[in-house]
């Protein structure tokens, strides 16, 4: 391995260092994502698909990709340095902490106009917006009906939010018994599929977090987890005040477990990983 590129798989494709930084900066100036420490990811990621494009070096591809890549040529560039891994229940404490807390508080301030707005920032393949409506009909019950629950549910990924809005999946072990009655219906090959009323109370939609945050309401709740993680600290911390400006009076951001917000937040830390404005 010499200073000005990483060798690829059997391929042998390299990415030069120029190539390398210019790429880098293209998609954390426009996505957020940092990549600086990725470079064998990239050239292990990318090879095949610059290959296939007709492409013989890393070059070509990234003059091509910053001058004339489509949103498509984006979107198949972002699924491949992305993982858009997710399950259901997944970190079950701040889920306990969203039945147990914020759900009471925010049904207790909108009763109302009985409106809930809540967003799951990064859904990825679409598990976590499905399991809070689970919630969302648990705690309501016969009152669901009268409540608009229904919740915005972002990605980048195009491939993701696919996946995301056809609903179908292997459930795992964890999920309560009932929910799987309940709120599933059985698919092909053992899997199953979101049942109607689960499946309608999410709105799927692309959104790019880089962008500036101007839906119709402000959140009672924001889940963006496993997201920042990408992101360095400037990003997140710039992103953190986006979404504080989002969030209503009271309201929740709930991150992972494995991120952690600038010390200077104007949030407040109520939980491990949660937070309120």
């Not at 030069?16 to 292990?44: H, P």
């Not at 009906?145 to 195009?158: C, H, I």
Request: proline share 4%; net charge positive; with cysteine.
């Amino acid at each position: 391995m010499n200073s000005e590129g990483v060798k690829g798989s059997a391929l042998g494709m390299t990415i030069s260092d120029a190539d390398f930084n210019r790429l880098v900066q293209f998609v954390q100036s426009r996505y957020g994502i940092d990549l600086r420490q990725k470079k064998q990811l990239i050239v292990s990621r990318l090879t095949n698909t610059i290959r296939s494009r007709g492409f013989t070096q890393f070059k070509d591809y990234v003059d091509y990709m910053l001058t004339k890549g489509s949103s498509e040529d984006i979107n198949q560039l972002l699924s491949r340095l992305t993982t858009n891994y997710t399950y259901f229940m997944r970190e079950m404490g701040a889920f306990d902490f969203f039945k147990g807390r914020i759900l009471p508080d925010i049904v207790r301030k909108h009763q109302r106009d009985k409106c809930l707005s809540i967003w799951s920032a990064g859904c990825s393949s679409g598990e976590e917006p499905y399991n809070i409506s689970m919630y969302l009909m648990d705690f309501l019950g016969p009152q669901a009906s009268q409540w608009d629950t229904r919740l915005l549910a972002t990605d980048l990924s195009v491939e993701a939010l696919t996946k995301a809005k056809r609903g179908v999946y292997e459930l795992p072990d964890t999920l309560p018994p009932n929910w799987k009655k309940s709120y599933f219906v059985p698919s092909e090959g053992g899997k199953f599929a979101v049942a109607p009323r689960i499946k309608n109370n999410v709105i799927f939609q692309q959104f790019n977090l880089m962008e500036p945050i101007r839906f119709k309401r402000k959140f009672d709740v924001i889940f963006c987890r496993n997201v920042m993680i990408y992101f360095d600290q400037a990003t997140k911390k710039a992103l953190a005040e986006r979404f504080y400006e989002a969030t209503a009076p009271g309201g929740y951001l709930i991150i992972s477990m494995s991120e952690n917000l600038d010390p200077g937040t104007k949030y407040r830390r109520v939980g491990a990983s949660i937070f309120q404005k």
